[in-house]
């Protein structure tokens, strides 16, 4: 039990910086709601499932829950018996509330879109169980690469020792936010002539998305990296032909802020979104926060440009899931995700139970509730990278360092 409670609190950590800090005790007939907490964390807490405690407090599935509120805890096992929901007694309805309720009806069809993840995703695994512990993976070297640069104006960057240039002195880029080391693991087994950025601020997206909130950030960004670039290849001139934004987690929060801005909605070419797209639980705002994401995904499936979103099964506390998030852009686009089986060859132990694809559009949902499914998804990276990101950028080849010259020893005659 001790160790479920350090692996939740880790996961919490991870995701929003808040540590569910009340302790552990025997489960009590009622429990309290205070701030960070969530059905799920509950029901693990008290070994018992999210819908038996829906149950036994007449609440609607995937209802919200606040601060105060007093929940009565069923015992493990225990048939719930369930409650008259805990809102006022109405009126009988009237002909304008019956057609309030038609309305009603025809918004539950698309109740997908914002349900959580149901309790057979909800699983986790061991780093035995995957084979790899997915988030310390064993690290491959550097390939054809340099070691990381912070010659940036944020972050740090790795480029080919030599090449990755054309000509005219055109250079492809990924800006990643969030794990740039992890990530920079993926990364040097597929490409062989684009530049990575990498750039981590800290734990939850609010760092991400005030720091570029101002368009100058990502100018200055893009010019040290040039900069950088044309220093290390000995060209007067360079320039970035190709552009990709990437994220992990709450490196989201810089990639909405960048993409708010026309001139880089423009010249940004693919967008990777690792378990790592959440917004606000309710409309208007989870509109809001979502539409730049929405333009770009209307784009991809056009072909005109390139998105990948993945998502786990992590309920987080207090704001939309990557499933619901995942799920806001396919039902923008008109679609509904596809019932997947898993398959053994996803990476690092995880499970497919969802995709979606339209045109470069495409979405891949995955099982599993814990820290160690959600680093697992820095894992599929290097599959974009291979199968879809090189492919369209036909980047300029890189090459490793050249080989020390071998002279051939002078021998001198004897006398």
């Known amino acids: ?96 509330d019956s057609g309030k309720a038609g309305s009603e009806k025809a918004e539950s069809k698309v109740d997908w879109v914002n349900a959580k993840p149901d309790a057979s995703t909800q699983t986790q695994k061991s780093a035995k169980d995957r084979g790899v512990n997915p988030c310390n993976t064993p690290d491959p070297g550097q390939g054809i690469y340099t070691r990381w640069d912070r010659a940036p104006s944020l972050g740090q960057m790795i480029m080919p020792e030599r090449g990755g240039v054309t000509a005219n002195g055109g250079f492809d880029v990924m800006f990643h936010f969030h794990g740039h080391e992890p990530v920079r693991k993926e990364w040097v087994k597929v490409m062989n002539g684009a530049v990575l950025v990498g750039v981590d601020l800290g734990i939850g997206s609010g760092p991400y998305e005030s720091t570029f909130r101002s368009p100058d950030a990502f100018r200055r960004l893009m010019a040290s990296v040039e900069k950088r670039v044309a220093e290390r290849t000995g060209k007067k001139r360079v320039y970035i032909r190709k552009m990709g934004l990437s994220a992990w987690s709450a490196g989201y929060g810089a990639v909405e802020s960048i993409l708010r801005h026309p001139e880089f909605k423009q ?81 690092m132990g995880l499970e497919r139970i969802a995709s979606y694809s339209r045109g470069n559009f495409h979405v891949r949902g995955y099982r599993g509730n814990d820290k160690m499914d959600h680093c697992a998804h820095i894992g599929l990276f290097k599959d974009v990278l291979k199968v879809h990101v090189s492919r369209r950028w036909s980047s300029p080849r890189g090459y490793g360092p050249k080989a020390p010259s071998r002279e051939p020893a002078q021998v001198t005659a004897s006398r």
């Open 1 to 96: 039990m001790g160790e479920a409670v350090m692996r939740l609190r880790g996961l919490l950590l991870l995701l929003t910086g808040l540590l569910v800090t009340s302790p552990l005790a025997a489960a009590p007939k009622v429990h309290v709601v205070e701030k960070g907490h969530s059905l799920w964390s509950i029901a693990k807490r008290y070994g018992v499932t999210v819908k038996a405690i829906e149950a036994q407090n007449g609440l609607r599935s995937g209802a919200a829950i606040r601060p105060g509120q007093r929940l009565e805890i069923p015992e493990p096992g225990q048939k719930a018996s369930p409650k008259k929901s805990d809102a006022k007694a109405e009126p009988s309805k009237s002909k304008a």
């Open 267 to 347: 010249k940004v070419d693919a967008v990777v979104l690792l378990d790592g797209l959440h917004s606000a639980n309710t409309e208007p705002m989870k509109s809001k926060q979502l539409e730049p994401f929405v333009e770009f995904a209307r784009l991809a499936a056009r072909r005109q440009r390139f998105m990948f979103v993945s998502h786990s099964s992590i309920i987080p506390p207090g704001y939309a899931s990557t499933t619901e998030t995942a799920n806001f852009l396919i039902h923008a686009l008109g679609g509904k995700p596809k019932a997947e089986r898993p398959r053994g060859a996803d990476p």
